[in-house]
């Protein structure tokens, strides 16, 4: 099985973009397996977090 991860870029909740998500997730193959990954969970770059170092991790696992 395949997972790919499949980014909205709308925050809003009523946004057709999402709908479009959820619509892919729900009619993906069975050897494919979609995972949303929100776009607030996605770090912006911020260069003075770079002078300071690169954290190990930013949460996202899957």
Known sequence: MKTIAVICGSLRKGSYNKKLVQRMKDSA????????VRIEQIPL?????EVEG?????????
């Open 29 to 36: 193959s069975e050897q494919l397996k979609l995972v949303e």
């Open 45 to 49: 770059y911020n260069f003075d977090v």
């Open 54 to 62: 690169i954290p190990d991790s930013n949460g996202l696992s899957y």
